[in-house]
C-alpha cells in the first residue's frame, strides 16, 4: 500500500506519518511507501516502510498531478494554513486552503478518467466550519455558517469532497477535528493557544497565562486521539457512511476549570499554581463564539473515539513529549 | 442607480428585468440604468430606465471586471446552468456555477480594494443546496448535504457570498428559491417539470403527464413571488440579517393533488381531466430524494412573502401569461 500525506510537516502530520511508520501498516495492509509533503521539510521517519519526503505547494500549477502520479491508495490531506493567517491573507488562505485542495481533487479526477484510479482520501476539517450562535450541544445535522475565512475553505472542502466522493471519483471522507490539546512545542499566539499553554507550560516547569475565566467550555481531543481519527478514516467502510462524507468528531468538552483540576490531579498543585490569570477581553470575546460540544452520534456510531475526561488528556502528553522538569 | 442583471435571459431574470423597468425604482431609488447580461442575448424591456443589454460569459477570463465596470448599485446574480445540466457535464457545472460565481465575487473584492465599491449584491441560490433524508419541516439551522453538483456550487456559491460579506466587500445575501411552478412555456424535460406541466398544459388546453402520486409533497412559490423575494433582498436592511446571509425563501408545502384540486376549482373539471397518470418508477424516486417543506422562519420575520395556496398560484399564471383556450 502506497501512503501520501499531504501537510506531513505539521504537527499533526509529523505524528500521523511517525505513527504509519512504526505500525508499518494501516489496518491489515503493509505500507510500501510513504510519500510525505510539504511546504517545509518534512522530518523523515524511521521505521519499516521506505519514506520519500518532498517540499512542494499544493497549490501552484501541476504539484496535485505529480504528487499522486504514483497513484498512492491512500491520501491523507492536512496541508492547510491556519486560521489567524487565512484571516490576515485573504488571497493566501484561498489559494492555499481552497485552490490547493481544489487542485488535489482535480488532479485525482482527471487520473480517475484517465485509469480508473479511486483512491481513498482524508481530508481534515475542523469545527471552523461552524459559527455561533449555537445550541449547548451541536447536532450533526446543524449547519455550516462559519465565521472565518478559514471554516469557510475547510467548508468548501467538505462540499466538494463529497461531490466528488458521490461522483466516485475517489472515496473521501472529511474529518472535523476537536481543538487539539495539549499541542506540544512552544506556546503560540492563536486564539486558542491558551487551552494548551495552561497545561503545557506547567506540566514544563513554565508560567502561563489564561486570559478566560474558568467556566468557559470547549471541545477537545488529545493529538493521540486525532491520529486515530485519520487511521480509522482510512480503514472504514464508508459504503456504511452513505453520501454525507463529514463528520464531526467525538470529543471531551470540559471548561477550563476542569482542564486545571486535572493538571491538580495528575502533576500536583505546584503546577496548577504556575497558571496566572490575566483576563483579556478581546480573547474571552473570542472564545464567546466558539463551539461548546457537539453530539457527534454518526462518528461515535463509526467507531471513532476521543478522549473522555482531561487525565487522559494529560497522560497522552506526559506519554508522547515526556513531562519536562514537573513531573 | 444602476442596476445589473447577469443571467437576464432565463426565466426569472427576464421576469425581473420586466419588473423593474415597469417599476423604473427599487424601493425609493429612481433606477438610472439597467445592464441585462446572458449567454444568449437578453429581451429589452420597454421602461423608463435607460436598458444595456450583452452578450456574456461570467466564467471567461476578464467578464466579471467589465461587467462591474459601471459600478453598479445592485447586482442581481442568477446565472447558471441547471441542475441537469451540471450533473451531465461536471466541469461546464463547475466552471459557470462555481467559478463563474467567484469570477465576479473576485473582481468586486478587487474593486472594493481599488475605490470602496460595495454594491448589494443578490444571488439566487437554491433548495437544492439541501439533499435527503430530511425531517419532515425542514429548520433554519439544517445543514447544507446537497446530493447534486448543482447543489454543491449553490451551497459554495453561499459561503463565499457568507465571507466576502463578512469581510465588507459587497452586501451579499443569498436566497434559497423554492421549486418555481407554473413555469411558463413549453415542458421541459427536468425531473421537477410535471409540478408546472400539469397546471399549465391543461389551462392551455393540452395534455399533461403525471409521472408521481398524488400524495407527493413538494416546496412551491410563483415567478411573481421569486421577483418580489429578489425586489425585496435589494432593498432589506442586511444590518438586520447579520452574518448568516443565505436564508431558505418561504414557499407553499403542497401535495400534487392539492395542485389538481386548485386546477378543477379555478379552471374547471375538464382542465383537470388533461392530465394522464403514467407512474414512472425513475421520476417518483428522483422526487423522493427532494424537501417537502421548510420552516423558513428567518425569510418571513425578515418580511418575505411566498403564495399560500395553489388557487393563488394559478392566479399568478392566469395573470401573467393569460390562459389559453381553456380560459
Redesign the interface.
Known amino acids: 500500500m502506497k501512503v501520501l500525506i499531504i501537510g506531513a510537516a505539521g504537527m499533526l502530520g509529523r505524528k500521523l506519518a511517525e505513527r504509519l511508520a512504526a505500525d508499518g501498516r494501516i489496518g491489515a495492509s503493509p505500507i510500501g511507501t510513504m510519500h510525505l509533503v510539504d511546504v517545509v521539510s518534512p522530518p523523515v521517519n524511521e521505521g519499516r516502510p521506505a519514506v520519500e519526503t518532498e517540499v512542494a505547494d499544493l497549490s501552484s500549477q501541476g504539484t496535485a498531478e505529480k504528487l499522486i502520479a504514483a497513484r498512492p491508495d491512500v491520501i491523507f490531506h492536512l496541508a492547510a494554513i491556519v486560521s489567524g493567517e487565512a484571516e490576515a491573507d ?1 488571497e493566501k488562505g484561498y489559494r492555499i486552503n481552497l485552490d490547493g485542495t481544489r487542485e488535489l481533487f482535480e488532479a485525482v ?1 482527471r487520473a480517475h478518467e484517465a485509469d480508473g484510479y479511486r483512491p481513498r482520501l482524508v481530508f481534515a476539517s475542523s469545527i471552523a466550519v461552524f ?1 455561533a450562535p449555537f445550541p449547548e450541544r451541536i447536532p ?8 472565518t ?1 478559514y471554516g ?1 475553505q475547510k ?2 472542502g467538505e ?2 469532497l ?2 466528488y466522493s ?2 466516485g471519483f475517489f472515496d473521501g471522507i472529511g474529518l472535523r477535528l476537536p481543538t487539539i490539546c495539549i499541542r506540544p512545542g512552544q506556546p503560540n499566539k492563536a486564539a486558542s493557544g491558551f487551552f494548551s499553554n495552561i497545561l503545557r507550560e506547567p506540566i514544563n516547569g513554565e508560567e502561563a497565562v489564561l486570559p478566560v475565566g474558568e467556566d468557559v467550555r470547549h471541545w477537545f481531543a488529545s493529538p493521540r486521539a486525532a491520529v486515530e481519527f485519520f487511521i480509522h478514516a482510512a480503514t472504514l467502510d464508508l459504503e456504511t457512511v452513505g ?2 462524507r463529514n463528520l464531526t468528531m467525538p470529543g471531551l468538552a470540559a471548561t477550563v476549570g476542569e482542564e486545571i483540576a486535572a493538571l491538580e490531579r495528575m502533576v500536583g498543585p505546584e503546577a496548577a499554581g504556575r497558571i496566572r490569570r490575566e483576563p483579556d477581553a478581546t480573547i474571552a470575546g473570542i472564545v464567546a463564539g466558539w463551539p461548546r460540544a457537539f453530539e457527534a452520534q454518526r462518528a461515535c456510531e463509526l467507531g471513532f473515539e476521543a478522549e473522555t475526561d482531561f487525565d487522559e488528556i494529560i497522560r497522552v502528553y506526559l506519554e508522547e513529549e515526556g513531562g519536562g522538569s514537573a513531573v
Do not use: E, K, V, Y
Not at 450533526?140 to 465565521?147: G, K
Open positions: 485573504f479526477r459559527g450533526d445535522s446543524f449547519h455550516l455558517t462559519p465565521l475565512s469557510t467548508a468548501i462540499l466538494l463529497a461531490d458521490r461522483r453520501p454525507r
